[in-house]
């Protein structure tokens, strides 16, 4: 079955870039998510990334997908203690469900 | 703004309880799912529901029962609340796939935070 595997933390000092890593065995993935949860919060969409893409951006926001190693990546420019949070990738693979990685709770140094 | 609506944010209830936890969306999808969150395990899916009436299990189905009566309420019911289901327990939505429009995935509800004692 498909199998979505993330580190459990990354810290990081504020004004650093993160890198939050995720693989994923599904190689018929139609889209690959990143969400964000908050402390005490349900899941926010972060961006989303087409499995014909290997590149998108959202202002400091930059998703790499390499199909061929079936890993993606998020990367926050200019981490804020705002970004402070647990990072879940999620891969479409069928109609309608969607799998998650363990999550990756980033911590913000000051 | 709110889409996904979970009634409680938090819950405590004793051992041997029958619980229910409620789940509203307003965005007339299709799915609608369960799931728990537990630290070091990630998201688990506990039941899921394609259609009105409709049900399927999840990864975790046991202890647990759900009902879909109409499209926009998902309950998940706890037959007989015990300790190992103190959990954070989310909501999710989502619009019927491969429709050739962007899938933007899951809207998840605010969660509620179940304690058994």
């Known amino acids: 079955g498909e199998d979505v595997e993330q580190s459990l933390f990354l810290s990081v000092r504020e004004g650093d870039s993160s890198v939050i890593n995720c693989t994923y065995t599904?190689?018929?993935?139609?889209?690959l998510y990143w969400y964000k949860q908050e402390p005490g919060a349900g899941l926010q969409l972060l961006t989303y990334i087409f499995s014909n893409m290997d590149m998108k951006q959202d202002q400091r926001l930059t998703v790499l997908l390499n199909k061929k190693d079936k890993h993606l990546s998020l990367r926050i420019a200019d981490t804020q203690t705002g970004d402070s949070a647990i990072y879940f990738c999620?891969?479409?693979?069928?109609?309608?469900?969607?799998?998650f990685g363990t999550g990756t709770r980033l911590t913000v140094i000051p | 703004d709110v889409k996904v609506t979970q009634s409680s944010r938090y819950l405590v209830k004793r051992t041997g309880e029958k619980v229910f936890l409620e789940c509203v969306q307003d965005?007339?999808?299709?799915?609608m799912f369960w799931y728990r969150q537990d630290p070091g395990l990630g998201l688990r899916l506990i039941y899921f529901?394609?259609?009105?009436?409709?049900?399927e299990k999840g990864d975790i189905p046991e202890g647990y029962s759900v009902s879909r009566e109409k499209k926009e309420r998902f309950s998940l019911i706890l037959e007989s609340a015990s300790t190992n289901q103190t959990s954070m327990y989310l909501c999710?939505?989502?619009?019927?796939?491969?429709?050739?429009?962007?899938?933007?995935?899951?809207?998840f509800g605010s969660g509620t935070r179940l304690t058994v004692v």
């Open positions: 965005m007339d999808h299709e799915n």
């Open positions: 999710a939505s989502s619009s019927l796939g491969d429709r050739g429009i962007v899938d933007y995935g899951y809207t």
């Open positions: 999620a891969e479409k693979a069928g109609a309608n469900n969607l799998f």
């Open positions: 529901s394609y259609d009105v009436k409709m049900k």
């Open positions: 599904d190689s018929s993935s139609t889209y």
